[in-house]
């Protein structure tokens, strides 16, 4: 039997992310086909929610069920365990794959080289540096007529704000492309439209002046003679340190539906990609080798039928060895619990699984109990850091409808708040309650599970406020002036934290400049 530290060893636990469209649900089916977690392409429809008809709420639930069997996909590849946590395309569940992203030791970003980095790329790739997560890019659709190679590089480096080096370069694009020339193997991949076989032609040329490079590229071997010689003279040997700290992120070309250029990149993924890392909690640093089980909860998922009130909460094990039936800490409410049937999930089927180790996900079935960011220890009393609120983008006050059903609106919209659906603030007197998501298709869902799982009817007034910022200050005198004066509005969120709903990006500037005492954030992890 392998030893705990081996099992840590052994295990990559990362999420694919990208704009909605760049290819992040193709290069995941076609992991998983390389996996051999599915025999066919089109076997796993991943986490994404598409808006068919404007109101079809019977359509959302449907996919958010989808997800759920999708949320973690296990294989193994070369004697490695692959954890690949799905995170959902659909750009109004951004906060979804934010608190995802709390859960991996790293990433693989893809970029569309037609589209270049698009906003949600941005967005994403500034949840990975506040946490210095490491990534990996991988520029899809090369088959397309998309960007000059060294476009893209540059592009990346000041939009995502990080170093980049290529590790594959694309040999021309689109109608003419011919493949990719492996920087770190000095091999050439040769391009073939291959949408359902996972075979790759490999050629290996150790000098580029090799007349065999003219047969295989024609015209375009001297353009990647003169590429690879500039590549060659900016940019010193890979540093695998660099990329695990985060600081630098290696880049690769290829084409997920073409599945081109997948299988190195899960070769080099492999190879580089950092087991389970440490975590900090908010008292000590926890290490995954240490011997005592503790984990944390980043997603909670409500059962998609309405008749069973219980949800799954996706905990990821930081430290020791999680095992089923045994009592864990839950901290928060300082009690102990255990769980007679925690579930893993292999491609589409979910089972029942004994134990778990550093870097694995398992399903919890919870009845009400869990609130994204709880911890379970041993225990210990401590409580892991890193699971921030974002400010939402669009803000509706909730109004209630039914007198009669206040209670449960009440409790509905606390547990929905609770699975991260949307985050509620508090605004006295009257305890009106205004609700923040980053996307208008979260009110529909709410509106739609408050009315049939809860039995509470609501409408949603927009509030047009730019954005949720999180005060902090070390004159409280100035606080309590700032709270008084900007009374309405002001809110708080439900950690009891106070927050400014800022009315305009100008009148935000203002209360900076007026109040130099305070600071505002546009997360709730402050200090990030
Ligand atoms: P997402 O999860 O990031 O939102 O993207 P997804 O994989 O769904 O891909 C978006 C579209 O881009 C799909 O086309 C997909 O087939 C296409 N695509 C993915 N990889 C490549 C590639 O390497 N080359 C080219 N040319 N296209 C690619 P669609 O028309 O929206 O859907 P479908 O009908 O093809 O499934």
């Known amino acids: 039997m392998a030893s705990a530290q081996e099992e840590i060893g052994r295990r990559r636990t990362f999420a694919i992310i990208s704009h909605p469209d760049a290819g992040k649900t193709t290069l995941t089916e076609k992991l998983l086909l390389f996996g051999g977690a599915i025999q066919t392409a089109g076997a796993v429809k991943s986490n994404k929610i598409t808006k068919t008809a404007a109101s079809d709420f019977m359509e959302i639930e449907r996919q958010r069920g989808i997800s759920v069997a999708t949320s973690v996909m296990v294989f193994e590849y070369q004697g490695k365990q692959i954890n690949l946590l799905d995170t959902p395309g659909h750009k109004d569940f ?54 000059d190679g060294f476009d893209i590089l540059d592009e990346l480096e000041t939009k995502l704000s990080i170093k980049v080096q290529p590790l594959s370069w694309p040999i021309s694009k689109g109608f003419s492309f011919k493949g990719v020339y492996k920087l770190y193997d000095k091999s050439i991949n040769l391009f073939a439209s291959n949408k359902t076989k996972v075979e790759e032609n490999i050629v290996h040329i150790e000098d580029l002046n090799d007349p065999i490079l003219d047969e295989l590229a024609g015209q375009y071997a001297n353009e990647l003679r003169q590429d690879v010689e500039l590549i060659s003279n900016v940019y010193d040997p890979f540093d695998v340190e660099a990329y ?129 960011g709880d911890t379970l220890t041993e225990g210990e009393n401590m409580m892991f ?47 009106r309650k205004i609700v923040g998501t980053v996307g208008e298709l979260q009110f529909e869902v709410i509106k739609y599970r408050l009315e049939n799982e809860y039995g509470a009817k609501c409408i949603f007034e927009p509030k047009s406020y730019y954005k949720a910022c999180w005060i902090t200050t ?51 992890e402050l200090d990030a």
């Open 94 to 147: 951004a906060e979804d794959t934010y608190r995802t992203l709390t859960a991996v030791d790293s990433v693989i970003l893809v970029v569309d080289s037609v589209k270049g980095v698009e906003t949600q790329t941005e967005r994403l790739m500034e949840v990975c540096r506040m946490r210095d997560t490491p990534v990996i890019v991988f520029v899809n659709k090369m088959d397309l007529e998309g960007r």
């Open 244 to 372: 695990k700290a985060g600081k630098l992120a290696p880049v690769f070309f290829g084409s997920a539906m073409n599945n081109f250029g997948v299988r190195e990149l899960l070769e080099k993924f492999i190879e580089i990609a950092p087991t389970p890392r440490s975590r900090e909690t908010e008292t000590r640093e926890v290490d995954p080798t240490e011997a005592k089980f503790s984990g944390f909860v980043f997603k909670i998922h409500a059962n998609i039928d309405p008749r069973h009130r219980d949800r799954i909460a996706f905990l990821r094990v930081c430290s020791g060895k999680f095992e089923r039936n045994k009592f864990y800490k839950h901290v928060r409410l300082a009690k102990e619990f255990k769980y007679p049937n925690p579930v893993t999930f292999m491609a589409q089927a979910k089972s029942t699984i004994d134990e778990a180790y550093p870097g694995d996900v398992v399903g919890l079935y919870d009845t009400g109990n869990f609130k994204i």
């Open 385 to 431: 850091k890193g699971i921030p609120s974002f400010s939402p983008e669009i803000f509706k006050e909730l109004v209630n409808r039914d007198p009669m059903k206040t209670k449960q609106l009440d409790k509905g919209i606390r547990q929905l708040t609770e699975e991260g659906v949307a985050q509620v603030f508090f605004q006295e007197p009257g305890s």
């Open 474 to 524: 070390t004159d409280p005198a100035k606080l309590a002036e700032f709270l008084r004066i900007k009374g309405n509005n002001i809110v708080k969120d439900k950690e009891d934290r106070d927050v400014f709903l800022a009315p305009s990006q100008f009148m935000l500037d203002m209360e900076k400049q007026n109040y130099p005492e305070l600071s505002f954030h546009f997360t709730s």
